[in-house]
């Protein structure tokens, strides 16, 4: 019998590889595609809203498999998913997001704001990204590095390790990180603050599974996507990484979000 497509989308900053162990255990069960590292073809720019990288997750899904999809897709890769669904809902069998920046009006008229005012480095990672060191002399030194960094202290020993080879790649005789800060700059600026507007008018069936420890979205976001998009809400251990962080564990959730959602139809 052949195992149903599953497309994944990967969070900014964090190439698909690098959840090799999330991957692998999805792979159990489903065909499992992705694109290495979203917004790093000339095609395809970065610009406000990311309407380019939803073009980029279509084209590649169009072309990759024979039937629609399971989308999912963490943070970043969450919003890529829904919004590619609701251009081209015919693609999609079912969603499961993994706590992505999707926010209710209010929040998202802040982030309006905030991009109108020159202020949305303050409000989201960018002006982080800018300040991140870039290259290493080799993966080990890749590795201890992310170590002792706050962001990775949860992340599952793999998960780490598979960060330090496949977040990197050898270039001129170092090591530098395979997803491009500027790149991953200008995505954190473009973050869309035009979701709500889509209130009512999804055709494919969602889950939205939030970290237990997550600063992303909050009860009032998780509300709005209840009662305006009929998406599920389950919660999984675990800051904005548990991806990462429970690999094997949130494989199990999706596949718990999936099983609802098709008793659901």
């Not at 072309?63 to 999609?92: C, D, M, Q, T």
């Not at 060191?133 to 993966?139: D, H, L, N, Q």
């Amino acid at each position: 019998m052949n195992k149903p497509h599953l497309h994944f989308a990967h969070a900014n900053g964090f190439p698909a590889p690098v959840y090799r162990k999330l991957l692998d255990r999805l792979g159990e069960r489903y065909d499992v595609g992705y694109i290495d590292a979203v917004g790093h073809d000339a095609r395809y720019p970065v610009t406000d809203c990311w309407p380019n990288l939803v073009d980029e997750t279509v084209h590649f899904i169009e072309a990759r498999y024979p039937e629609p999809v399971i989308g999912v897709g963490h943070s970043l890769g969450g919003l890529l998913v829904l919004f590619a669904a609701l251009k081209r809902p015919e693609l999609f069998k079912s969603l499961v997001i993994l706590d992505s920046p999707l926010f209710g009006p209010w929040r998202a008229r802040g982030l309006l704001m905030a991009k109108a005012f020159g202020m949305i480095d303050k409000v989201t990672p960018a002006a982080q990204t800018r300040r991140r060191r870039a290259e290493w002399p080799s993966v080990e030194a890749a590795r201890h590095y992310f170590s002792t960094r706050r962001l990775f202290a949860e992340l599952d020993p793999q998960c780490l390790d598979d960060y330090a080879e496949f977040g990197t790649v050898e270039q001129d005789g170092v090591r530098k990180l395979r997803f491009e800060p500027e790149i991953e700059y200008r995505i954190f600026r473009g973050l869309p603050h035009n979701y709500h507007r889509y209130r009512g008018l999804l055709q494919v069936p969602a889950a939205y599974i939030v970290g237990s420890r997550t600063h992303v979205v909050g009860e009032s976001d998780l509300a709005f996507m209840r009662r305006h998009f009929d998406m599920s809400v389950l919660t999984e251990e675990g800051t904005h990484l548990y991806p990462l962080e429970r690999p094997l564990e949130t494989a199990e959730r999706i596949h718990a979000a999936l099983a609802g959602l098709g008793q659901r139809r």
